[in-house]
């Protein structure tokens, strides 16, 4: 319920403030799928993906946000999960494996979770060198005796900060990452 109420609000707000375009080359993001994404807008990214999906979606997000009053509130009560960067918490990142496991086991109740692994958000037109955390949780969930889909996502912003500035999301095929036969796990 709580979800609900977080994804209807948000998606009415950024429909308000931007001129979404969405350019969608499947439709059906049933079963185990990991949405992932280049990351060029901070907050405004994940949210995004409400753009894109009714379904429930697990997000992945840097633990400091989930220190900041309200925003932390919204955050564990959607299910979001904690990573912990290097440049962050250079003595937590032990943790992270706790946060790819839960990540791995929300893909084999056949959930989806949302990762952007740039790591950070930024405004080069390239894309940051790729962390491993979305590769590192596929090979769990393969390993584990599960098929996943990986979707790609490309956000592109106009003017990011602009008022009614237009934004195009590109959905694109979604990638199979084959079970690993009998599971390794």
């Known amino acids: 319920m709580f979800y609900r109420l977080v994804r209807a609000i948000v998606s009415v707000a950024l429909g308000l ?31 995004m993906v409400f753009m894109i999906t009714d379904r429930q979606v697990t997000f992945l997000a840097r633990e400091p946000l989930f220190r900041v009053p309200v925003l ?25 494996e706790g946060t790819l496991d839960a990540a791995a086991n929300a893909l084999k109740d056949k959930r989806a979770i949302t990762i952007f692994p740039e790591g950070r958000s930024h405004s080069e037109p390239q894309l940051s060198d790729i962390k491993t955390g979305a590769a590192r949780i596929a090979l769990k969930v393969a390993k584990g005796g599960q098929a996943l889909r990986i979707i790609p996502i490309g956000f592109t912003y106009a003017q990011k900060q602009r008022f009614r500035s237009k934004v195009h999301i590109e959905v694109g095929e979604p990638i199979l990452v084959e079970a690993v036969a009998g599971g390794l796990e």
Do not use: C, T
């Open 72 to 96: 932390g509130w919204i955050l564990k009560g959607v299910g979001a999960l904690p990573v912990y960067r290097k440049q962050d918490h250079p003595g937590l990142m032990e943790k992270n």
């Open 17 to 47: 403030f931007y001129r979404v375009e969405v350019i969608r080359r499947v439709d059906d993001f049933g079963g185990p799928v990991m949405f992932v994404g280049n990351h060029p807008n901070s907050l405004i990214d994940p949210a």
